[in-house]
């Protein structure tokens, strides 16, 4: 029902920024939630955040609160995280996905993008 495509990744300096995007098609895109996960090399596939359909509530995981932002443009079937003050620790395969269902403490979006490199450097 949706497809998600991720794009905005790139080597970045430690101090530095990135915004990720993340570009849906299909036509209820207002419907869905969306979020950005991450893996590095030899870890499990963790939360980094959510956005709500409206754009107003936003989900955040302890590592990415007060770095990073979450945004969405509905007209534009975009979605945004913008990722300040980055760490080494940062460094990971971003993913976009998205749910029909509210954010929850077991939120498993069925719907995924591929993916976009982040590398950042000490």
């Known amino acids: 029902q949706v497809q998600l495509v991720e794009s905005g990744g790139g080597l970045v300096q430690a101090g530095g920024s990135l915004r990720l995007s993340c570009a849906a098609s299909?036509?209820?895109?207002?419907?869905?939630?969306i979020g950005w996960f991450r893996q590095a090399p030899g870890k499990e596939r963790e939360f980094v955040a959510a956005?709500?359909?409206?754009?107003?509530?936003?989900y955040y995981a302890d590592s990415a609160k007060d770095r990073f932002t979450i945004s969405r443009d509905n007209v534009k079937k975009m979605v945004y995280l913008q990722m300040n003050t980055l760490k080494p620790e940062d460094t990971a395969v971003y993913y976009c996905?998205?749910?029909?269902?509210?954010?929850?403490?077991?939120?498993?979006?069925?719907?995924w993008g591929q993916g976009t490199q982040v590398t950042v450097s000490s």
């Open positions: 956005i709500g359909w409206g754009g107003i509530t936003a």
């Open positions: 299909g036509r209820t895109f207002s419907s869905f939630v």
């Open positions: 996905a998205a749910d029909l269902s509210p954010y929850g403490s077991r939120w498993s979006p069925p719907w």
